[in-house]
């Protein structure tokens, strides 16, 4: 119903900026997206939610990533990008995006996740 595709990834000095982008694409009229937003993975850590943006509006970040990171919403529809500023090594990791979404009147959410890419920041 949902497939994810990520953008944006790469090298980058400590304290560089990247951009990573997501979008969303829906099949059925029936979806709805509730949420969109990223998680990230460093070698040998668990998943850590880094930020999430609600149809709605209200955002969502880890405290180790506020002020440096602004999720946002894309030009396309069903689009966020992900503003990283100031990056630091422990930034380091696969980030992944995800969406939250519903089908039709249901109010089962389920989570579709992308493959993932990754950041490195070298010092």
């Known amino acids: 119903q949902v497939q994810i595709v990520e953008s944006g990834g790469g090298l980058v000095e400590v304290g560089g900026s990247l951009q990573l982008s997501c979008a969303a694409s829906t099949s059925g009229s029936t979806v709805a997206i509730d949420a969109m937003g990223w998680l990230r993975q460093a070698p040998g850590k668990g998943r850590e939610l880094v930020a999430r943006?609600?149809?709605?509006?209200?955002?969502t970040y880890a405290n180790t990533v506020k002020g440096r990171f602004t999720i946002s919403r894309g030009s396309a529809k069903d689009m966020v990008l992900l503003q990283m500023n100031s990056l630091k090594p422990e930034d380091t990791a696969t980030y992944l995006c995800f969406a939250e979404y519903r089908l039709g009147s249901s109010t089962y959410v389920y989570e579709e996740w992308g493959q993932g890419t990754q950041v490195t920041v070298s010092s």
């Open positions: 943006l609600e149809s709605g509006g209200p955002s």
